[in-house]
């Protein structure tokens, strides 16, 4: 038996969840699931998630508005695929979006080719922000532990004062691969 189930979502504590349940009502949800939580990530959203799971095929999920339940067009089409894999369709009050009609699936349609050409676009951005970056000499990764003067000082004390690596590790307070990575960079035999 196909039932309705609602989603309501503030983003703080402070703000009340009463405009949207009473919609929610009104509409026919047998069951809400609501939260107080920033929507950034759906993963981030526990009752949400508790939402798609308890859904099954046939259910309708009812939300007010679409930034309730998604904050990006991607995160929206994530959710959008994962109700349409278990056959529940989603009715949006307040943009009179339902996916049960061809109109609503169609409009969702619209919105993954969106979501997929903005992530699209992002990607080419960031890839050319990185090249530009580089070629300005912006160097990518985690800092060095040591300089070249200290790792200079490691070979030195290994090679001229036969230092181990225990005691290399102590003076520098540095892992035992970085001491490795010092030596191994004169090819110095480690004992």
Do not use: W
């Not at 994962?82 to 699936?105: F, H, M, N, P, Y």
Request: hydrophobic share 40%; net charge positive; aromatic share 6%.
């Amino acid at each position: 038996m196909s039932q309705q189930v609602g989603y309501a979502r503030v983003s703080s504590v402070g703000q009340s969840l009463d405009v949207q349940m009473e919609k929610l009502s009104k509409a026919g949800c047998v069951r809400i699931f609501s939260e107080k939580k920033s929507g950034r990530v759906s993963e981030n959203r526990p009752q949400l998630q508790a939402c798609l799971a308890y859904i099954r095929e046939g259910d309708v999920l009812v939300i007010s508005r679409l930034d309730r339940m998604a904050r990006s067009v991607l995160d929206l089409a994530k959710i959008a695929d994962a109700l349409e894999k278990k056959g529940v369709a989603l009715r949006v009050l307040d943009q009179s979006i339902d996916t049960s009609t061809s109109e609503g699936r169609l409009m969702f349609g619209l919105l993954g080719a969106f979501a997929q050409f903005e992530a699209d676009i992002r990607a080419e951005r960031q890839l050319d922000g990185i090249v530009l970056a580089k070629q300005k000499g912006v160097r990518f990764g985690r800092k060095a532990v040591l300089t070249e003067e200290q790792k200079a000082t490691i070979r030195r004390l290994k090679a001229d004062e036969h230092f181990s690596v225990g005691q290399l590790q102590n003076k520098f307070q540095v892992g035992r691969a970085t001491i490795y990575r010092a030596l191994q960079e004169s090819d110095l035999v480690v004992s």
